[in-house]
C-alpha cells in the first residue's frame, strides 16, 4: 500500500514537501511516480524515480521547480516542491509499478495507487 502526504496550504512562491510511505514492499524495487489531478482535468504525470538507482523523469514545465529523491534508508520517496503557483492546486498521487514503465506518465502501467495529498497554492 502507498499514502501520500504531505500537502497543504501555501502561498504563491511557497514551497512544500510531499512524502510517498509504503507498508508492505521494498520501495527501492519500484518505480515510484507521483501524477497529479485538478478538478475537471485529467491526471498527470509531474515526477518519477525508476528502481534501484534508475533515471528519474520530470514534466517538462516543472522540471525546473520540483525535485524527485528517494532515501533508501527510509524507505521514502520525496517531492521537493518550489516557487509552487496556483496552478500546481491538486491533488497528488504516487504511485508504484513492480517494473519500470516503458510509458513513465502512462497509468496503467502503475500497480499501486496511493490515497493522495491536497496541495492548495492560494493568498
Known amino acids: 500500500q502507498l499514502q501520500a502526504y504531505g500537502g497543504g496550504l501555501v502561498q504563491p512562491g511557497g514551497s512544500l514537501r510531499l512524502s510517498c510511505a509504503t507498508s508492505?514492499?521494498?520501495?527501492?524495487?519500484?518505480?515510484i511516480t507521483w501524477f497529479r489531478q485538478s478538478p475537471g482535468k485529467e491526471r498527470e504525470g509531474v515526477s518519477s524515480?525508476?528502481?534501484?538507482?534508475?533515471?528519474?523523469f520530470y514534466s517538462e514545465v516543472l522540471k525546473d521547480r520540483f525535485t524527485i529523491s528517494r532515501d533508501s534508508a527510509k524507505n521514502s520517496v520525496y517531492l521537493q516542491m518550489n516557487s509552487l503557483k496556483p496552478e500546481d492546486t491538486a491533488v497528488y498521487y504516487c504511485?508504484?509499478?513492480?517494473?519500470?514503465?516503458?510509458?513513465?506518465?502512462?497509468?496503467?502501467?502503475?500497480?499501486?495507487w496511493g490515497q493522495g495529498t491536497q496541495v492548495t497554492v492560494s493568498s
Open positions: 508492505g514492499f521494498t520501495r527501492d524495487l519500484y518505480a
Open positions: 504511485a508504484a509499478a513492480r517494473q519500470n514503465p516503458r510509458l513513465v506518465w502512462a497509468t496503467n502501467e502503475y500497480d499501486y
Open positions: 524515480i525508476y528502481s534501484g538507482h534508475g533515471p528519474t
